[in-house]
């Protein structure tokens, strides 16, 4: 079964910044989606960013100027450039693909950033 498999999380000082990526252990096929999330210790996970098929990117208001979403289709990978980083941005970090059949999720990675 193919996996999403994420790296690149860590704990960083404010104002550092962390690349994270994501990459399907296989082919993955009619991806429409590809998205980033996170999750918060004591609230709900939240979209972050997402690749739509054809180049539209979009940013939650919070990560907007900071965050860029970027993907390589032919690899089935995504990947999230974070700068400026804040300790409200502290969380796992989850992958998802979309696709017009299933939904695929990463295991989550751990930010952590430390004021």
């Known amino acids: 079964q193919v996996q999403l498999v994420e790296s690149g999380g860590g704990l960083v000082q404010a104002g550092g910044s962390l690349r994270l990526s994501c990459v399907a252990s296989?082919?993955?096929?009619?991806?429409?989606?590809m998205g980033w999330y996170r999750q918060a210790p004591g609230k709900q996970r939240e979209w972050v960013a997402s690749?739509?098929?054809?180049?539209?990117?979009n940013y939650a208001d919070s990560v907007k100027g900071r965050f860029t979403i970027s993907r390589d289709k032919f690899e089935n990978a995504v990947y999230l450039q974070m700068n400026d980083l804040k300790p409200e941005d502290t969380a796992v970090y989850y992958c998802?693909?979309?696709?017009?059949?299933?939904?695929?999720w990463g295991q989550g990675t751990q930010v952590t950033v430390s004021s």
């Open positions: 690749s739509i098929d054809g180049g539209i990117t």
């Open positions: 998802r693909f979309r696709t017009t059949g299933p939904d695929y």
């Open positions: 296989g082919n993955i096929f009619s991806i429409t989606v």
